[in-house]
């Protein structure tokens, strides 16, 4: 095993960054003031929106749209989920849902609740499949 290597500083001289251990872990490296930027200081109500609300483009991105809205309309030109979206974006989902929000109140997008499939399958269904399994 090799001792850590030290490297002489001057006092006047700023200290240089240390070596990455390894990979960056999730969040690291990141400003958290662009956070703020695309989210805005807006302190209105959000749209009811959780993570497996579809999400759809009805518009392509106007000109005024900043590149996360733009961003977000191209992607759903088919629908998607919020969690998809907001891991294509690599946003946190409290961030993308201002930016949905501000997008639903343009009416640039569409939200869709997912389809909930029956828990319990129609009787009368049953007794049809039943009554043919019978025939056969």
Not at 4 to 25: D, E, F, V, Y
Not at 52 to 74: F, G, H, K, W, Y
Not at 89 to 118: G, H, N, Y
């Amino acid at each position: 095993m090799t001792p850590p290597q030290r490297q002489r500083r001057s006092p006047g001289q700023p200290s240089a960054p240390l070596p990455a251990s390894g990979p960056a872990k999730e969040g690291e490296n990141r400003n958290p003031e662009r956070l703020f930027v695309i989210g805005g200081d807006e302190a209105g109500e959000r749209a009811d929106i959780d993570l497996v609300t579809l999400i759809v483009a009805r518009a392509e991105p106007p000109v005024s749209a900043t590149p996360e809205q733009a961003a977000v309309l191209r992607l759903c030109v088919a629908p998607l989920s919020t969690a998809e979206l907001s891991a294509y974006l690599s946003l946190p989902f409290s961030v993308l849902t201002v930016l949905l929000t501000d997008l639903l109140a343009k009416e640039l997008v569409q939200a869709r609740a997912p389809i909930v499939r029956q828990k319990v399958a129609d009787r009368n269904l049953l007794e049809a499949v039943m009554h043919g399994l019978q025939k056969l």
